[in-house]
Structure formats: C-alpha cells, structure tokens
C-alpha cells in the first residue's frame, strides 16, 4: 500500500458485526427459498414470471454495482466522515494494489454485502407472503435472486483478479453469470472510466456506449484528490 494510501485499520467489533450480517443474511435467503419452493410446488406461481424477475434481478444487480463502485472511485476521499475508511477506501486501495483483495477471507470479504442486502430481505421476509403465488412470490424470487447476486459481487470481484479458479467458476464466467476477468481488466487500465459494473459486467459495453458515468461527471465533477490517476 503507497504512503498515500492510510493502512485499513479494522474498528473493534467489525468482525462480529460481519460475521453477524453473514449468518442473518443466509438464514433469510433460506427463510424465503423455502416458501417460495412451497408456492411453485403448492402452484399458484406462475413460472414466467419468475424468469422475468430472475432477468431483472440479474441486470438490477449489475446496474448497482456500477453505480456503488463508481461513485466510490470518483467522489469523497479516504477521509471524508463515515463514508471514507467503509466505502471509499477499500475501492482505491484495490486500485492501488489489485491482488491485495485475494487474500481476505469469506467473512471480511463479503459481510458488508450481506449487511447491505438485509435492507430488501428483512422487509421482504416480514411483510410479502412469498409461498402465496402470485405476484408477493415473483417480488420474493427478484429480491433473493437480486440478493444473491450482490452478496456474490465481491467473490465474483476477486476471482476475476485471480490467476487460478475453479473450474465452476471459470465456468460461470463465460456463461457471464459472473465478472470475467477481460471484461473486468478494461477497468484497470487508462483512462479508468469505463466498466465500472462488477457483478456479471453484462451492462458494461452499454453503460460505456451511452456514456452514462461520463454524463454524471459533467453534472457532478469528480473530486477525487488522492486517486488523481490510480496506477
Ligand atoms: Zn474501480
Ligand atoms: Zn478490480
């Protein structure tokens, strides 16, 4: 990490708020596979329907990780109040030093994804009755399928800037249900604008096209001192 960069200290108490959100956050995708599997074999669900929501769970995923990452590269700084050291931070330290994300283990990878995600599948597990069929379980089947994909966002992240990969993964990749690593390096080189979606990066080549986050900048300039030009 360059001298630029503050070293990530880890707050007291992260861990159990990550591990925490890890445990929440699965036993509530159990919770509402459970009664969306009761409404498709007690039908009442209507099968198309489903894949709509799988589809645009899919794309909605993507789309958010694109914005989320976009903003973490190009607004704020590592010492903005709250947002700087949680969310700043781990973006431009990743730029900085790309292979440094590898080595975080299950937990510190990916409990900030399941804290996040708890805000659709708490309200959804409380108030939609999924296992009714209808329409309460094609909402249910898009916030677990949305749900899903953000929490795989940063394995998929990290397995595209990984040398070696399972052969599932690998798998995965080229079906782009996840990040490949030639769509993700486009992001790692000059001029460091462009593919900023990082859960499938399907809406990359698109989102660059129209020139959506060159469109933001131009309404929002970018203030991004200390991450002027990442190497
Ligand atoms: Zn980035
Ligand atoms: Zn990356």
């Known amino acids: 990490v360059p001298s630029t960069m503050p070293e990530r200290r880890r707050p007291p108490g992260a861990r159990s708020i990550e591990l925490g959100s890890v445990v929440a956050c699965l036993s509530l995708l159990a919770y509402l596979g459970v009664g969306i599997g009761t409404a498709f074999t007690g039908a009442g669900a209507s099968g198309p329907w489903a894949v709509v929501a799988l589809v645009a769970a899919y794309l909605m995923a993507d789309l958010v990780s694109g914005v989320v990452h976009f903003v ?77 994909f953000i929490v795989l966002t940063n394995e998929a992240h990290r397995y595209a800037h990984a040398e070696r990969a399972p052969r599932i993964v690998r798998r995965l990749q080229r079906l782009r249900l996840i990040l490949p690593p030639e769509e993700h390096a486009r992001h790692h080189q000059a001029p460091f604008d462009r593919a900023y979606c990082i859960t499938s990066g399907v809406l990359n080549p698109l989102l660059d096209r129209v020139g959506l986050f060159k469109a933001i900048t131009r309404l929002v300039p970018a203030r991004r001192a200390d991450a002027e030009s990442p190497p």
């Open 72 to 148: 973490a590269d190009t607004y704020f700084d590592v010492d903005t109040p709250i947002v700087g050291r949680k969310f700043v931070l781990p973006f431009r330290a990743h730029h900085a030093c790309p292979e440094d994300m590898i080595e975080h283990d299950f937990v510190e990878a990916n409990g900030d994804s399941c804290l996040v995600v708890l805000f659709p599948l708490v309200p959804t597990a409380l108030f939609v009755p999924v296992a009714h069929g209808g329409a309460a379980t094609t909402l249910g089947v898009f916030v677990v399928a949305f749900s899903v």
